[in-house]
């Protein structure tokens, strides 16, 4: 009988039953309470309409209010990040002089090679051609456009960097004049070979195969790229204080032409070949982070042939604050250098990331990797007979990013490249004009019969200003900010606060355990006058 009055059988004393008991102890609990509309459940006086009554307003008060936190919480978890702008400028010098790479039209000289006529005897009579001939023309093929020849070996040795650059423009014939910080010096002291998809390019002030590449990347056949060079920069924490203005990647202390880096280019008619890359002669060029590996095919301008380009660039930095290292990188949209780390890449950014994604899914797709891509010293190379599976691993690469069709769920299919959380671009605007160097040459009064079909380009590359602005990410709505709107929404619909649960904790814990203690199962409630009421007898 837990509803009535029982009798103690030692004592003779009557007390009320659990029920009682507990309904006496909540009309405590709702007299003392900060909570609102709740102390109107627990009064005696109230009538059983009036109860309901402030039941359903509290009930859907409680609604509204989890209602919205729970889409205040979507919001954090959803989008927990803002890109703004610093609160300060940041100099050109904190930052390296971005890594220039040069790729000439011209990739074989005909005078040595005539890419042109060889193409037309394999095509006329194959039968002619010599398997040293046929090997030849194979491999020159991968640097010229892609769908010229696509019936040749699928696969291809080391011996195919010989042949490059053997045939290629050499680098003392193309890169006639160099300067850095608008002073004379030796283009070999600024330039060195590096290889990409366009064959063999020059690139300046681009890290050295030892500081881009990991051990797992078999690099031994590839053009030597600068040899050692330590790497006194990096992403996240820049260049050193104690470093002064000679450091590597070289970094521009001024703004303007006047702290520009120029190149002199030369290219030589009889050499150009028009079959190969199509109508467009010159050079390409691709401006990028020291310590990505160029991919010229993508990004890049042109330096058409006799003609100045000037290039104003204007750096971008993206920088990410510390208070979102606690959050996953798929919420704050980045990597943090610790966080990722690439197979073949020492440092993580989201270019190398998409260079080794595409690497691994041509190596499934083909069961090998383009020449250019990084590789393991077991890995096969695409030959020509490959160009048509190359492409369409780069389409499943895409298809595998987009995924519209939701056909690839599982993240580890997809490349997942997200940007590093400090990433470093350069913008460029460009502008260029009729390079007439043949009316100085005869100012100076230079023999023209020392330079039979040969054809100049300039190219000068300088800041546009002595300091930028970057951008950074902060936390939007951090674990502050949550208490903060999920406080204010309690209070507003009812008057809960944290000390509201302290009371309900006090009223289940210490206030209960004293008056059983002070009062046994007699006065649970803690209230003889309440047990005695006449009201409460009746009830």
């Known amino acids: 009988m837990t509803g009535t009055v029982v009798e103690d059988a030692k004592s003779g004393r009557k007390y009320p ?58 919001k954090w978890v959803a989008s927990p990040v803002i890109v703004s702008f610093a609160r300060s400028p940041t100099p050109i010098w904190q930052i390296p002089f971005p890594a220039v790479t040069v790729c000439p039209e011209t990739k074989t000289l005909q005078r040595v090679y005539n890419y042109t006529h060889e193409y037309h005897r394999f095509h006329e009579n194959p039968e002619n051609m010599t398997e040293e001939e046929r090997d030849r023309f194979d491999k020159i093929s991968l640097v010229c456009n892609s769908h010229l020849h696509t019936v040749g070996d699928k696969f291809v040795n080391d011996s195919l960097f010989e042949v490059f650059r053997e ?79 000679d450091t590597y990647p070289k970094r521009s202390i001024a703004a303007g032409q006047k702290a520009c880096f120029s190149l002199l280019m030369t290219l030589y008619e009889p050499d150009m070949d028009y079959l190969c890359k199509g109508a467009v002669q010159g050079f390409k060029i691709l401006l990028h982070n020291p310590a990505e590996t160029p991919r010229v095919t993508q990004h890049y301008f042109r330096a058409p042939l006799n003609q100045e380009v000037v290039v104003v ?12 290292r606690g959050y996953t990188p798929n919420s704050r949209k980045c990597f943090f250098q610790n966080e990722r780390q690439l197979t073949f890449f020492q440092m993580y950014t989201q270019k190398n990331c998409q260079v080794e994604c595409l690497t691994n899914i041509t190596l499934q797709y083909c069961g090998c990797v383009a020449f250019h891509m990084p590789r393991n010293e077991t890995t096969k190379m695409c030959g020509p007979g490959s160009n048509l599976c190359l492409k369409q691993a780069e389409a499943e690469m895409n298809a595998r990013e987009v995924d519209l069709e939701r056909t690839h769920t599982d993240i580890n299919e997809r490349c997942n490249c997200l940007p590093s959380c400090t990433s470093l671009t350069y913008n460029a605007e460009l502008s260029q004009a009729d390079f007439n160097w043949p009316k100085v040459f005869e100012g100076f009064h230079v023999n023209f019969s020392e330079f039979p079909g040969v ?24 674990i502050t900010d949550f208490l903060s709107s999920c406080g204010g929404l309690l209070g507003l619909f009812i008057g809960f606060s944290a000390l509201s649960i302290l ?15 002070n009062y046994g199962r007699q006065f649970w409630s803690g209230s003889a006058e309440l047990i005695n009421d006449e009201s409460y007898k009746n009830e």
């Not at 900060?34 to 008060?61: M, N, P």
């Not at 660039?313 to 979102?324: H, V, W």
Request: aromatic share 14%; hydrophobic share 40%.
């Open 313 to 324: 660039i204007k750096p971008d930095i993206m920088s990410t604050s510390e208070g979102l």
């Open 167 to 245: 045939l290629a423009p050499p680098f003392e014939d193309v890169l006639w004049q160099c300067k850095w910080l608008n002073l004379n010096e030796t283009c070999a002291s600024l330039l060195t070979e590096v290889l990409t998809e366009e064959g063999v390019c020059f690139t300046f002030n681009m890290v050295g195969n030892e500081a881009l590449y990991t051990k797992n990347a078999y690099q031994s056949a590839t053009p030597s790229q600068f040899g050692i060079r330590s790497l006194e920069w990096s992403l996240e924490t820049g260049y050193s204080d104690k470093l002064g203005k």
């Open 503 to 517: 009371e309900i904790v006090y009223f289940l814990s210490l206030r209960l355990l004293g008056n059983l203690k």
């Open 17 to 74: 039953g659990f029920r009682k008991n507990f309904v006496a102890y909540f009309a405590q609990y709702s007299d003392n309470t900060s909570i609102h509309g709740v102390r109107y459940l627990g009064q005696y006086a109230r009538s059983i309409v009036e109860r309901l009554s402030w039941f359903v307003v509290i009930g859907t008060s409680l609604y509204l209010c989890i209602t919205l936190i729970l889409a205040t919480y979507d």
């Open 455 to 478: 054809a100049m380009s300039r190219v000068m590359f300088f800041f546009k200003e002595q300091q930028f602005i970057t951008s950074e990410r902060n936390e939007l709505y951090g």
